[in-house]
């Protein structure tokens, strides 16, 4: 079931319309994130996605030397923003449910909000006078933390605050007359014998004060001074790595001082990627194939469960989890050459791409998981990627019949729902859609976790 917090956040930055705001995923992460917070970013292995941010209970006040006062000198600006979507289907189209029944309906669903809120921005001047502190010697544990991982550190700038308490609701009604129980939208089941009528309400009410979207600055790190990258796209290493001394005439190394420019990337690249990873499950066991099927389909419910067992992974050695993780991690020690086989990284890899996409859409995974329609999905999804992946305009595309027909019924909306996570607009009852240039790294990941999770499947 879609969650009516994130699907109402990411309407309220759309209509905010600043591209440097980050959406808010998860009620927790709206109490946790505030201005000066720290937020860890782990690189991702692959070249074709991101992995999420993870906010964490530690501010830039607890790295800096003591006794610093924190500047609370902000610019604020107040909103109010209101919105009412309507779904509707009428009587008369008929949904192809299997071989054995149809069903045609009238739908109709409404979401809709009043948001009180205000932007609350830190100025510039009080980036520069926070930098004449120091970071705390020893350094604190957090950052050697993050230096051990490789992780890059970023620090809350900007706020989108509530300003007064918010009730988020969803109205969804639906007449039926067949005898089937089916999903119609993601958040609509519907069933009968012979006709039906269902009205479902859900409401979400977030307390004053908690953040919908955030903006974020990188830090950088050298010795016990540091700076804030103001430029909006720049990114480096938040420790950077101190480079031995070289004779001046080096010509190679300052060759590997160059900026390298990002090799041109095309969807042939995204396969090799993908179908490297892939090849190497073949080597795996069948019970360590189940195991981590299994236990990550166990996972997918729990956001934090997921991202320990990535910080786990890159331990050395391995710690220590309960549940899922554990088994797993069990699993991957059971083999001494774990290291070295490939089964470590290919945890990681799936773990990055699944980490890519939404709290929606891993419920959805896992639906897809349960209902072993995987393979259909991989090749649904890799139909959208493959003539679109270099285009940077909105293009209408339809998707090819042939590859829609194993996708009827309730099957279809838990895969039209994971490509309107992604970005790309859906209606049920018609295969036709908008490629959009933001949806490709999410249907990227979607499409490398769905390859790796089928091919484990198999076993």
């Known amino acids: ?126 980036w520069t006078d926070l930098q004449k502190w120091k970071v705390m010697d020893p350094e604190p544990s957090f950052l050697k933390e993050c230096r051990r991982r490789e992780n890059n550190v970023y620090v809350v700038t900007d706020v989108v605050e509530l300003c007064d308490s918010c009730v988020m609701e969803d109205h969804s009604s639906v007449n039926v007359s067949g005898a089937l129980s089916v999903l119609v939208k993601p958040f609509v089941t519907v069933g009968g014998g012979g006709g039906a009528h269902q009205v479902s309400e859900r409401k979400h009410t977030v307390p004053k004060g908690s953040v919908m979207a955030y903006k974020r600055k990188q830090l950088v790190f050298k010795g016990n001074s540091w700076e804030i990258l103001h430029v909006a796209d720049a990114e480096e290493d938040t420790f950077p790595v101190e480079k031995a001394l070289c004779k001046p005439h080096s010509n190679r190394s300052k060759a590997s001082e160059r900026i390298q420019e990002p090799p041109l990337l095309d969807f042939n690249c995204l396969h090799e990627e993908v179908s490297l ?61 774990y290291a070295y086989n490939g089964s470590q990284h290919l945890i990681l890899y799936l773990l990055e791409a699944i980490m890519a996409l939404n709290d929606i859409q891993h419920g959805l995974l896992a639906q897809s998981m349960e209902k072993k329609i995987l393979s259909q999905q991989r090749d649904l999804v890799r139909s959208i990627l493959e003539p ?20 009827q019924g309730e099957v279809l909306a838990i895969t039209y729902g994971l490509l309107e996570e992604c970005g790309l607009e859906m209606e049920l009852q018609s295969p036709r859609s908008t490629w959009d240039l933001e949806a490709k790294q999410p249907l990227s990941a979607l499409y490398g976790a769905l390859c790796v999770l089928q091919r484990l499947a198999e076993a």
């Open 1 to 126: 079931m879609p969650s009516v917090f994130e699907s109402t956040v990411k309407k309220l930055v759309k209509e905010i319309g600043d591209k440097e705001l980050r959406p808010v995923t998860g009620v927790t992460n709206a109490d946790t994130i505030r201005r000066f917070s720290l937020i860890r970013r782990k690189k991702a292995r692959p070249l074709f996605w991101t992995v999420s941010d993870v906010p964490v209970d530690i501010t830039l006040k607890d790295i800096l030397e003591p006794s610093v006062v924190v500047p609370d000198a902000a610019v604020e600006t107040r909103h109010l923003c209101g919105y009412n979507e309507l779904w509707k289907q009428d009587a008369g189209v008929s949904v192809n449910a299997g071989a054995k029944a149809s069903i045609s309906e009238d739908t109709s669903s409404c979401q809709g909000s009043s948001i009180d809120y205000k932007i609350v921005r830190t100025p510039y001047k009080t």
């Open 277 to 337: 990873e892939v090849s190497t499950v073949d080597q795996f066991s069948k019970d360590f194939k189940d195991a981590v099927f299994s236990n990550i389909l166990a996972m997918l419910g729990d956001r934090k469960a997921l991202q320990d067992l990535m910080d786990t992974l890159e331990q050395e050695p391995l710690g220590h989890l309960d549940g899922p993780g554990g088994t797993i991690l069990n699993e991957l020690q059971k083999d001494s050459s």
């Open 388 to 407: 679109n992946f270099e285009c940077s305009e909105s293009t209408p595309f339809t998707l090819k019949p042939e590859l829609l027909a194993p996708l």
